[in-house]
């Protein structure tokens, strides 16, 4: 069966500093990869999706970063973390779409930035 | 903007079923209907999906009406465990014109089931 992994779980980081979050799936391959943050209290907003190695699309213009060296690994990264970039951090996969695609969530990473 | 609309909140008692009510009145034909449910502090889990057809699996059965603009989510004998919030997704499939990855949670309803 498949199954996703984050990590760290939780993460406290000072403002300007660097982030790495990172995200693995197991038992599938070539799956869609997504990067998702949910801001305490609101909804998922989408931040990166990867159909395939290096290819990376970006959903919203901000300082973070997303690359998927591997086919099943998939990182978000930030040079210098800002305050607003506090959120819950949520990766997702997907098998190649068609009809009825569905994303599997996982545990996510609870990131605050002081 | 989610596209659906669901009441904020809603009561169970433990042991009984769950119905939760989702109005998506724009849905489109190609549209499918999502469920996900989403405990304190976990990711998001799906539950169920479905086109047109009523659906059901080992978690729970989802009912469109015939026009298709409007589904409920019914769990059939609510635990404690399934306190969560629920949200309910309309979104086209990618080989459809559908919008890549962005699954686009509204507030959803948070279902608390209690003894």
């Given at each position: 069966?498949?199954?996703?992994?984050?990590?760290?779980?939780?993460?406290?980081?000072?403002?300007?500093?660097?982030?790495?979050?990172?995200?693995?799936?197991?038992?599938?391959?070539?799956?869609?990869?997504?990067?998702?943050?949910?801001?305490a209290?609101?909804?998922?907003?989408?931040?990166?999706?990867?159909?395939?190695?290096?290819?990376?699309?970006?959903e919203?213009p901000?300082?973070?970063?997303?690359?998927?060296?591997?086919?099943r690994?998939f990182?978000?990264?930030?040079?210098?973390?800002?305050?607003?970039?506090?959120?819950?951090y949520?990766?997702?996969?997907?098998?190649?779409?068609?009809?009825?695609?569905?994303?599997?969530?996982?545990?996510?990473?609870?990131?605050?930035?002081? | 903007?989610?596209?659906?609309?669901?009441?904020?909140?809603?009561?169970?008692?433990?042991?009984?079923?769950?119905?939760?009510?989702?109005?998506?009145?724009?849905?489109?034909?190609?549209?499918y209907?999502?469920?996900?449910?989403?405990?304190?502090?976990?990711?998001?889990?799906?539950?169920?999906?479905?086109?047109?057809?009523?659906?059901?699996?080992?978690?729970?059965?989802?009912?469109?009406?015939?026009?298709?603009?409007?589904?409920?989510?019914?769990?059939?004998?609510?635990?404690?465990?399934?306190?969560?919030?629920?949200?309910?997704?309309?979104?086209?499939?990618l080989?459809?014109?559908?919008?890549?990855?962005?699954?686009?949670?509204?507030?959803?309803t948070?279902l608390?089931?209690?003894?």
């Open positions: 069966s498949q199954t996703i992994h984050q990590w760290p779980a939780t993460l406290v980081q000072p403002v300007g500093s660097p982030l790495s979050l990172e995200c693995t799936v197991e038992g599938t391959s070539n799956p869609n990869l997504y990067w998702y943050r949910q801001a209290g609101r909804g998922l907003q989408l931040l990166f999706y990867s159909v395939g190695i290096g290819q990376i699309s970006s919203v901000q300082n973070l970063s997303a690359s998927r060296p591997q086919d690994q990182i978000l990264s930030s040079k210098k973390l800002l305050l607003s970039d506090s959120g819950f949520l990766c997702a996969w997907s098998v190649i779409p068609g009809a009825g695609e569905t994303q599997y969530f996982g545990p996510g990473t609870r990131l605050l930035v002081l | 903007d989610a596209k659906t609309t669901q009441p904020p909140s809603m009561d169970c008692a433990e042991g009984r079923a769950a119905n939760l009510p989702c109005n998506h009145s724009t849905i489109s034909g190609n549209e209907v999502y469920w996900y449910r989403q405990i304190h502090s976990q990711g998001p889990q799906y539950i169920i999906h479905g086109l047109k057809n009523n659906e059901t699996n080992e978690m729970a059965s989802l009912i469109i009406t015939e026009d298709r603009k409007s589904s409920t989510l019914i769990l059939p004998h609510a635990t404690l465990r399934d306190t969560a919030v629920y949200y309910c997704i309309v979104r086209a499939p080989n459809y014109g559908g919008s890549q990855g962005n699954l686009i949670f509204g507030k959803g948070k608390s089931v209690k003894p």
